[in-house]
């Protein structure tokens, strides 16, 4: 039983689609529909239902794909348990992480990942929307806040922390606020991935949790890329995560404002497909992400 055969009903299984697991495996969707249609025959058993709209597994699919899929992994450890040198990783990672985290910590130190470890090849999906991990076949994605997916593995990597920043020329024109009292006479971008729903006021800390408070706003966004723009256009005050405004805040581009009404420590964790064992370079591309990402998390909330 070939392993190649294995690997393309486990991505077909998962996906319910030959279409977008020839797509994922960069095979003709043909060649996926004859090498399952091979494996059910040098099993003697139907593995999947096949429908013009659906493919869902048999009950003897759903008892071999999660053979199927711990003998995948278990060929991968064995392929790899004399080679634990930087170089000896080999393979695809697909990830997704947030627009701002990818551009401005994790892609400028890609280069340097990719020099210990010059058989990966990485395919990184940016968006500041939530992805179907599982659809989408990612490797693991990096997710900023509440968690809802209870089907995948999460790692906590921390809590992301936050800064509230003005441009120079905002306050000029509308002055350094210096206490909440003050924000009644200024301005907030506001933040709404649907902009259908009204986005949160201003978020600070009252000594027993975090209350909001509502604010004026000349602009909604839905997007990070957005949200740093409006405010470095002098459009309004924004409430960020650090990680995306260190370099702003180091040249001037950007003012840090009340310092102790920051908004609520954003919880960062890694998911990815439960697994029994899972890929060695899944495991140390995450380890290195951890790394990464360390100078703007921290421990508690």
Same mark, same amino acid.
């Given at each position: 039983?070939?392993l190649?055969a ?11 689609s ?6 994922q495996?960069?095979m ?5 529909s004859?090498t399952? @249609? ?12 096949r429908?013009t709209?659906?493919?869902r ?11 199927a ?9 064995? @392929?790899?348990?004399f080679? @634990?040198?930087p170089?000896?990783l080999k393979g695809?990672?697909?990830?997704d992480l947030p627009?701002?985290i990818?551009?401005?910590a ?8 990719l ?8 395919e990184?999906?940016?968006t ?6 599982i ?8 997710r900023?806040?509440?968690l ?10 921390g809590h992301?922390?936050?800064?509230n920043?003005?441009s ?21 971008v506001?933040?709404?991935q649907?902009?259908?729903?009204r986005?949160?006021g ?10 909001l408070l509502?604010m004026?706003?000349v ?5 990070t890329?957005?949200?740093?723009a409006?405010c470095?256009?002098g459009?309004?005050?924004? @409430? ?5 405004m260190?370099q702003h805040?180091?040249?001037?581009r ?13 919880a960062?964790?890694l998911?990815?497909?439960?697994r029994r064992?899972l ?23």
């Amino acid at each position: 039983m070939e392993l190649d055969a294995l690997r393309t009903f486990v991505k077909v299984a998962e996906l319910a689609s030959f279409t977008r697991a020839a797509e994922q495996l960069g095979m003709p969707k043909a060649r996926v529909s004859t090498t399952v @249609q091979g494996l059910e025959t040098q099993l003697g058993t139907r593995l999947l239902h096949r429908t013009t709209r659906s493919v869902r597994l048999t009950p003897d699919g759903e008892a071999f794909v999660e053979r199927a899929a711990a003998l995948l992994a278990d060929a991968e450890q064995v @392929q790899s348990m004399f080679q @634990q040198g930087p170089g000896s990783l080999k393979g695809r990672l697909r990830i997704d992480l947030p627009t701002r985290i990818a551009r401005t910590a994790v892609i400028p130190r890609l280069p340097e990942f990719l020099a210990l470890h010059p058989g990966l090849a990485i395919e990184l999906s940016t968006t500041d929307r939530r992805v179907d991990v599982i659809d989408g076949g990612f490797d693991c994605v990096l997710r900023i806040g509440t968690l809802d997916d209870s089907n995948l593995v999460a790692r906590p990597v921390g809590h992301m922390r936050m800064v509230n920043c003005a441009s120079p020329a905002y306050l000029e024109a509308f002055g350094t606020p210096k206490r909440l009292d003050d924000l009644a006479h200024h301005r907030l971008v506001r933040y709404s991935q649907t902009l259908d729903a009204r986005p949160p006021g201003w978020e600070y800390p009252d000594g027993k949790g975090w209350k909001l408070l509502d604010m004026d706003g000349v602009i909604t966004v839905n997007n990070t890329d957005a949200y740093e723009a409006a405010c470095l256009a002098g459009l309004g005050l924004i @409430q960020a995560p650090l990680v995306g405004m260190t370099q702003h805040l180091a040249e001037g581009r950007l003012v840090e404002v009340l310092p102790k009404w920051r908004a609520k420590p954003m919880a960062v964790s890694l998911l990815y497909p439960g697994r029994r064992n899972l890929p060695r370079r899944v495991a140390v591309l995450m380890d290195w992400l951890v790394e990464v990402l360390a100078p703007y998390v921290s421990a508690g909330r």
